[in-house]
């Protein structure tokens, strides 16, 4: 098998919100590729050995002259360089080019024409010296070309909406071809990337599958790995890669905290066991421990969110520490790290656009149990994750699974946790994904879940009075979850889903549908 990381690309993070968006596209097109902030050393860069480099937009401008800059070791390698937005106006200005602002930012929709024939520009579709349909973000413009380049497309507002030089391979674009509403974008990434830097496409899930395993088993030799399967999509795809990898030399440790969702266990227990699709060519060994009682113990009498995490955090460590030590000969320990966490504990710092992340499921853990670390998912994106999941024959209920908190239930019981609040949620919370998934809305969702308000609220069923407590139903959509916006679900799935919960569940008198925005709510209610 080819090394599928030999041909790669380098995308230079200036710190735009669609960077990782970027990396996603070029990996769809089967070409491995990075992304390291726009300081990164010379030396990487010479090491990285890149066959094409990308460069992302930015909130900065590059008419103010301690912004950031390309750095000169990229433009002297002679490998093509596609600069977006941001990338494209730092590009021109380093190449002897002039950007300037504009009178008026351009956002949204906008047609570019084709100004000129060109490779790159005739990827996005549509007639030769017709209207393509992008989409632009920008205040500044490049008013001036650099020696050696071309127009090749414009809009009304901006005349040089993109350009290049064919004979360097140099290309700008003032538009975003990575967001999906730039009409064919992903076209335009793959003739830059296979056409242009001349990729072969060899990142594909088969490959990705492969290699992870030659990874593991050279890493690990014949030493033994202990993983905390969640049942959430990364760590089940973990389990099944070093299931592969491994095999018995596995052992994966389920922590029933008491705080899952109805049937989770039963889930995650059915995936792997022997008769499942995936179990049957796989040895996995899954002990699980049930500390309900301990959470519980722990979480009395508290109820403050950050107390409750800590609780949850700390109690899911000794549990795990306590049954991993009692495996004989354990050096490993799994995890499903995934790409974006990386990046963002790697960010430049500059990287303005950059939110640190203040959840962290099992930090601690590594230090403290003294074990090395497998992650043979560090370099995937969640959507290659997932498509390798389904490689490896994991079912679509656990690949395609809304996220679920570590704390799980924890945070959303609202105040003080009681095994009952929990068992009356669990059951709402069921009630609420099993009539979304029967109108056919969860995979439309990002995430969905119920929450228990433990306030009292009076109601009515038949002829007599109700005094009980409140359950709120949350779903929302989001790209990144950083910012959502609550979905606009059916009234009749939420009046159905409502009359179901306070019929079924005598402790609940009321069900509300939030509609908060995340800024300025979050999305979990603690
Ligand atoms: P918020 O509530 O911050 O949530 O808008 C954003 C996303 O993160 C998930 N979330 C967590 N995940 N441990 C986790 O593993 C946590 O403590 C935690 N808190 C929130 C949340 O479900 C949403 O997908």
Redesign the pocket.
Known sequence: MPNIHDQRLLIIDFGSQYTQLIARRVRECGVYCEIHPFDVPDHFIAEYAPMGVILSGGPETVTAGSTPRLPEAMLAMGVPILGICYGMQTLAEQLGGVVQASDQREFGHAQIRAEQPSLLISALGGAEAGHRDVWMSHGDKVTKLPEGFVVTASTASAPIAAMEDPQRRLYGVQFHPEVTHTAKGDQLFSVFARDICGCEGSWTAENIVEDAIAQVRAQVGSDRVVLGLSGGVDSSVVAALLARAIGDQLTCIFVDNGLLRLHERDEVEAAFAPDSGIGSSLALQIKTVDAKDEFMQKLAGLSDPEDK?KAIGNTFIDVFEREALALDGVKWLAQGTIYPDVIESAASKYGKAHVIKS?H?VGGLPARMALSLVEPLRELFKDEVRRIGRHLGLPDSLVFRH?????GLG?RILGEVKAEYADVLRRADHIFLTELRAAGLYEQVS?AFAVYLPVKSVGVVGDARRYAHVIALRAVETVD?MTARSARLPYDLIELVSNRIINEIEAVSRVVYDVSS?PPA???WE
């Open positions: 995490r959840h499921n996220p679920f908190p570590g704390p945070v995430q979850f995340k979050t999305i979990e």
